[in-house]
């Protein structure tokens, strides 16, 4: 495992990054899920930190926005306040919410 380690084929930091690259891709998450579902497969808090810091907070904005309209056709999310609780269990900051309700109510 030391060999292996040095040679750079075992990484936290490696997988960590793979991991945020792929599941921003496959199937957006929040910024705090990534973390959780890191910190759940072992990784340390620093390199989870390190790894989600290249994490375009923007990049977090568009997956946001399409899950808001995907949610707003269902009757059971028709209440703006309904809403933003279930966005916010999704692991989304206000502030984050705020603006991609805006974009949307914009369009």
Known sequence: LAQLRDLGLVSDM?????????????????????????????????????ALAGLDPEAELAPLINLIKRKRTSSAYTDERKLTAYLQRQGYRWTQIKKALERVLEE
């Open 14 to 50: 490696r997988f960590a990054e793979a991991w945020i690259a792929d599941r921003q891709a496959v199937r957006p998450r929040s910024r705090q899920r990534l973390a959780l579902e890191l910190q759940a497969k072992g990784i340390d808090r620093e390199i989870i930190s390190q």
